[in-house]
């Protein structure tokens, strides 16, 4: 496998030096424990996420006004140290309380746990929410219970605009609770990735065959099936999704169209098109979009789908102004 870099081991070091080069006037780098914050701090409730690397633009592409305060890269697919999210949260703190955004992904939910611990010995007040929004598996390769997916990125939009606009530790909490409980997404794969350090395709998928259902680090899904059209994926896909909530007629949802890293536009636009065909065709009304490459598997080929129910905060938190280096409006 073809890979633009140098040395394996310091993957994750140059890609933190370029995205630094690269919007030092959103976010700076601590080179040392690999860590992400925002370039001008503010007086709030600080939003810390994390996880593994590979994942581009989730977590680091987050950071910054309107959104993420720090951000925790780990290696490849490997979930971030403890001392990682101690020193994000250390550097974001302002006195206000921390919030950790957490995958539920087994070492991220260890880890975060961890670095709580350690930050409440420095009488840092800190609350956690694990996001569990996948449909489609429980008790998979890398979790107990459901996995965290698109939803977070959607979450850390709409909390992160809560924390700056003023909310509470305890707000920004229960309004993290309220949008979990409200989302939900499932992914596909027609190719798999390859880990660097492995020079490999991460598993074996025939090329006239897809998955349904995958985990962003190539977990397995519900079923491996014969490959379909994109309207025959989505109808599979917005199926379950909307089956577990699950959305009724009259909902108003953010609907979000996910590339997985190696899927072009194009094709992403048409999974859009037929998500909202599928979506009025129940009576549910889309009054928000996002289509693109915001919580990618390396090169993986595929998408995924997540719908957030929207009330009239979480609207107008989603519209809130944000700039990020991934994210970015009304500012």
């Known amino acids: 496998m073809k890979k633009l870099v140098n040395k394996i081991d310091d993957i994750v070091t140059e890609a933190l030096a370029g995205m630094k080069a690269a919007h030092g006037d959103l976010i700076k780098v601590l080179p040392n424990v690999k860590v992400i914050v925002r370039s001008a701090p503010a007086c709030k409730v600080a939003v810390i996420s994390g996880g593994g690397s590979g994942h581009e633009p989730m977590h680091g592409g987050f950071v910054g006004y309107g959104m993420l305060d720090a951000a925790c890269p780990g290696e490849i697919f490997t979930s971030p140290t403890p001392e990682q999210m101690y020193e994000a949260a250390k550097a974001a703190d302002s006195g206000k309380g921390v919030l950790f955004l957490v995958k539920n992904y087994t070492g991220d939910v260890l880890n975060f746990q961890m670095a709580a611990d350690m930050l409440a010995g420095d009488g840092i007040k800190v609350e956690q929410v694990i996001i569990n929004d996948d449909v489609a598996v429980k008790d998979s390769t890398w979790t107990a219970g459901r996995r965290g997916v698109g939803g977070t990125v959607l979450i850390e939009k709409i909390v992160g605009a809560y924390a700056e606009a003023g909310a509470t530790l305890d707000e920004v909490k229960e309004l993290s609770e309220h949008c979990n409980a ?145 994210l970015r409006w009304g500012r």
């Open 182 to 326: 409200n989302v939900r997404t499932m992914g596909m794969a027609l190719t798999s990735c390859a880990v660097p350090a492995a020079g490999k395709p991460t598993f074996d998928l025939p090329d006239d065959e897809v998955e349904l259902g995958i985990g962003i680090h190539g977990e397995p899904g519900r079923q491996r099936v014969k490959a379909m059209t994109a309207k025959e994926v989505v109808d599979y896909m917005a199926t379950a999704v909307v089956d577990d909530l699950p959305f009724q007629k009259d909902d108003e949802v953010l609907a979000f169209v996910n590339g997985m890293g190696g899927t072009p536009l194009i094709e992403l636009y048409i999974v859009y098109d037929a998500l909202v065909n599928f979506l009025g065709g129940k009576g549910i009304k889309v009054a928000r979009s996002l289509v693109g490459n915001y919580i990618t598997s390396l090169e993986m080929q595929g998408c995924s789908i997540t719908l957030l129910k929207l009330c009239s905060k979480t609207k107008a938190l989603w519209d809130y102004p944000v700039h990020t280096p991934a």
